[in-house]
């Protein structure tokens, strides 16, 4: 009689398991395929980036084309502003989670403005500086393949 409860307490366990699989990859579906779980990505990972990021609208999927319009960034004495962003990736980020691919990038409406240089500097003042962002630092490889570009 004792093999009755364990079968029954590893039938549980594994049961138990079984869902906690299913809804991890069902999290992961809608992070990535629904609209809303690319908002929900895009707000989150505002908290990892140095700065100050503002996101406006967005629109479509991490695995579709996402596009994004209103983006705002500040950093340090550098503020950039882009009317839109839209990107499409590669669905093998699903299966190599070391190499994004971006098959297409686009920019339309890019603004960067520095801080305006102090009274009474001189015209030989060093050009701005573009703020160091450690891409290296980043747990994947991002590879763009086409890139366009407007303003």
Same mark, same amino acid.
């Given at each position: 009689?004792?093999? $009755?409860?364990?079968?029954?307490?590893?039938? $549980?366990?594994?049961?138990? !398991?079984?869902?906690?699989?299913?809804?991890?990859?069902?999290?992961?579906?809608?992070?990535?395929?629904?609209?809303?779980? %690319? $908002?929900? @990505?895009? +707000?989150?990972?505002?908290?990892?980036?140095?700065?100050? !990021?503002?996101?406006?609208?967005?629109?479509? /999927?991490? !695995?579709?084309?996402?596009?994004? /319009?209103?983006?705002?960034? @500040?950093?340090?004495?550098?503020?950039?502003?882009?009317? $839109?962003?839209?990107?499409?990736?590669?669905?093998?980020?699903?299966?190599?989670?070391?190499?994004?691919?971006?098959?297409?990038?686009?920019?339309?409406?890019?603004?960067?403005?520095?801080? +305006? @240089?102090?009274?009474? @500097?001189? %015209?030989?003042? +060093?050009?701005?500086?573009?703020?160091?962002?450690?891409?290296? %630092?980043?747990?994947?490889?991002? #590879?763009?393949?086409?890139? #366009?570009? /407007?303003?």
């Amino acid at each position: 009689m004792s093999e $009755r409860p364990r079968f029954r307490r590893l039938r $549980r366990i594994a049961v138990a !398991l079984l869902l906690l699989i299913v809804a991890l990859m069902l999290t992961v579906a809608w992070l990535v395929a629904t609209p809303s779980g %690319a $908002r929900f @990505a895009l +707000a989150r990972a505002q908290g990892f980036v140095p700065g100050t !990021l503002s996101i406006g609208r967005v629109d479509g /999927t991490l !695995l579709g084309t996402l596009e994004i /319009t209103g983006l705002d960034y @500040a950093y340090d004495d550098t503020r950039m502003a882009v009317g $839109r962003l839209a990107l499409q990736v590669a669905p093998g980020v699903l299966i190599n989670f070391r190499r994004l691919t971006v098959r297409t990038l686009q920019l339309d409406g890019v603004t960067v403005r520095y801080a +305006a @240089a102090a009274p009474g @500097a001189s %015209a030989d003042a +060093a050009p701005p500086v573009v703020p160091d962002i450690a891409l290296s %630092a980043l747990p994947v490889a991002i #590879e763009v393949e086409r890139f #366009e570009g /407007t303003d």
